[in-house]
């Protein structure tokens, strides 16, 4: 089983940028990502609030930042962790491999949240999208619905009006229009942290319980990122605890 002296699980703004800190330390480092690098920004096509940067795209940004890693000599699999065993020797299980480390840093990210069962039925066979900017195309001059009510759900709307023939726009388990042929879904977000309950404390809204030390409950196991407890979720602050938890692992190394 090879052995690693941290595992960073999720390749997201907060897992890569964690992989540079600490491979400019000088430690080594494996990052695991179940789908591809970059996180839930490569889709925005014009990222805001980043600093220095105007009018880039995430993927853009999400590609250097990759980069940086693997050149700094940052490994990177692509293989969706399915568990974690603690102790003094973390074990990380995939499922084909098992790899060994002395710290773990989870920054797993968020997904969005999906439709209620009986939303979904009613959808039946109409296709169902998380992602505007990604699918949006697909129904150029077809009605559409939107469903959700937050800044998300406006993002959405705004950006198919520009596509759509029509956008209806409806709340959380409200019927679906029976004219439209697509459901764009903007309920919220939900932290990937499902494998970690019973190894971490998480809330009550299953974020992972930390600070702005990102230390978790339990030893050698550190948080960065929207996964975790805290109040702004966005790209510079999910940079900010890759450092920070990083600069944790490296000092628990010793
Ligand atoms: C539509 C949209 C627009 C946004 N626009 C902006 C903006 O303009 N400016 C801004 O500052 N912020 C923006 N944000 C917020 C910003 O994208 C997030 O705050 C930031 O990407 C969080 O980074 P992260 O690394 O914590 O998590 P994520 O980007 O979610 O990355 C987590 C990674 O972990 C992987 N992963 C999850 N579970 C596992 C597992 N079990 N095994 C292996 N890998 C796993 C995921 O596949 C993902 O790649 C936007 C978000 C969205 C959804």
Redesign the pocket.
């Given at each position: 089983m090879k052995k690693y002296d941290c595992i960073i699980?999720?390749?997201?703004?907060?897992?890569l940028t964690a992989a540079i800190y600490l491979e400019r330390a000088g430690k080594n480092v494996l990052v695991?990502?179940?789908?591809i690098?970059?996180?839930?920004?490569i889709?925005?096509v014009n990222?805001?609030?980043?600093p220095g940067d105007l009018g880039v795209s995430?993927a853009e940004l999400m590609q250097k930042i990759y980069q940086q890693a693997i050149d700094l000599g940052a490994e990177v699999e692509y293989?969706?962790?399915?568990g974690v065993v603690n102790g003094d020797e973390k074990i990380v299980k995939t499922e084909d491999e098992e790899y060994k480390a002395d710290a773990i840093i989870i920054?797993?990210?968020?997904e969005p949240r999906k439709m209620s069962e009986k939303q979904t039925a009613d959808a039946g066979k109409r296709a169902i999208s998380y992602c505007a900017t990604c699918d949006g195309a697909l129904y150029k001059g077809k009605p559409v619905v939107v469903v959700g009510s937050g800044n998300?759900a406006k993002?959405e709307i705004a950006y198919l009006e520009n596509l759509a023939s029509k956008v209806y726009h409806i709340h959380h388990d409200d019927p679906i229009p029976e004219e439209a042929v697509a459901v764009f879904v903007a309920i919220g977000?939900i932290p990937?942290t499902g494998?970690f309950n019973g190894i971490v404390d998480l809330d009550q809204d299953s974020y992972i319980v930390a600070s702005e030390d990102c230390k978790t409950s339990a030893k050698g196991i550190f948080v960065?990122?929207?996964?975790r407890t805290k109040d702004i979720?966005?790209?510079?602050?999910?940079a900010g605890d890759g450092a920070v938890a990083a600069d944790a692992v490296i000092k628990y190394l010793g």
């Open positions: 699980i999720g390749a997201g703004i907060a897992g695991l990502e179940s789908k690098h970059g996180g839930q920004i889709n925005t990222i805001e609030n980043w995430g293989e969706e962790v399915i920054a797993t990210g968020t998300t993002h977000r990937n494998i960065a990122g929207d996964c979720r966005q790209l510079v602050t999910a």
